[in-house]
């Protein structure tokens, strides 16, 4: 596909996993009017950009941020289980892979309301300067902003695309115990007393974007069998991360 100077986005399709041959040749706004190319290429961009498709190139040209493939690989298990735990080495990386993850669960899922938590405030601030140093390094994502990242000294916020992430200090858990999220990030997870975790954090969970919603898919498909082998999990999420202990 030969890049255009009129065209909204420019992506190289190379270097791209697990994409059709077709794709490279194919233009989706051939033959669209003018005053509705803009509109149509940028669906096709969030298509491409979709959890079912292809997470590399929604983070790579919305985010600006290039992933190796152990990332990716992280990326995908967040996003397919409902509790997954990170494990890794010091340095390898988690804080960046969390704030990587809750920027684009924000922007793919309009409407939902991420929380991050840590043993330390200092280290959710930590994951908040990522997603600000993404916000300040990407053109696309400022656009799709409500407001950039703004951090506190009791809280951090930023919304996009409605939805909104936060980063709260856990402390002994009674000062956030009414707050509610549809996906929970935990930093540092060996470091959170258990007894916080199960009364405060896995609290925040107990929230749906649309609970009538839910309550009649739950009818509807009650006597069907559970799909398999979706992209992308359903409900709310709560994911673990810190070094093994």
């Known amino acids: 596909m030969k890049n255009d100077s009129n065209r909204v986005f420019n992506p190289d399709y190379r270097w791209m996993p697990n994409l059709p041959e077709d794709a490279m040749l194919k233009n989706p706004i051939v033959g669209i009017p003018e005053h509705l190319k803009e509109d149509n290429e940028l669906t096709e961009f969030f298509k491409l950009s979709s959890p079912g498709y292809s997470p590399a190139f929604g983070i790579k040209y919305i985010m600006n941020v290039n992933l190796l493939d152990h990332q990716l690989s992280m990326i995908l298990a967040m ?16 804080t960046m892979m969390l704030a990587i993850y809750a920027v684009y669960h924000a922007v793919m899922f309009p409407g939902t309301r991420i ?23 990407a053109p696309i994502l400022r656009q799709l902003s409500n407001h950039e990242p703004r951090i506190g000294n009791d809280s951090c916020k930023y919304q996009v695309c409605s939805s909104t992430i936060t980063a709260l200090p856990l402390g002994k858990g009674d000062k956030i115990r009414g707050e509610r999220g549809h996906v929970i990030l ?60």
């Open 115 to 137: 929380i991050l938590v840590s043993a330390s405030f200092r280290q959710a601030k930590l994951i908040f300067s990522e997603i600000k140093t993404m916000y300040d390094n």
């Open 186 to 245: 935990a930093d540092e997870f060996d470091s959170i007393d258990p007894e916080i975790f199960d009364t405060v954090i896995r609290g925040f969970g107990a929230t749906q974007s649309d609970p009538w919603q839910k309550s009649k898919d739950t009818f509807v498909n009650k006597d069907q069998d559970v799909k398999s082998g979706s992209p992308v999990s359903e409900g709310n999420k709560i994911i673990l991360a810190g070094t093994a202990g």
């Open 79 to 94: 996003l397919k289980f409902t509790f997954p735990m990170l494990l890794l080495s010091r340095g390898a990386g988690k």
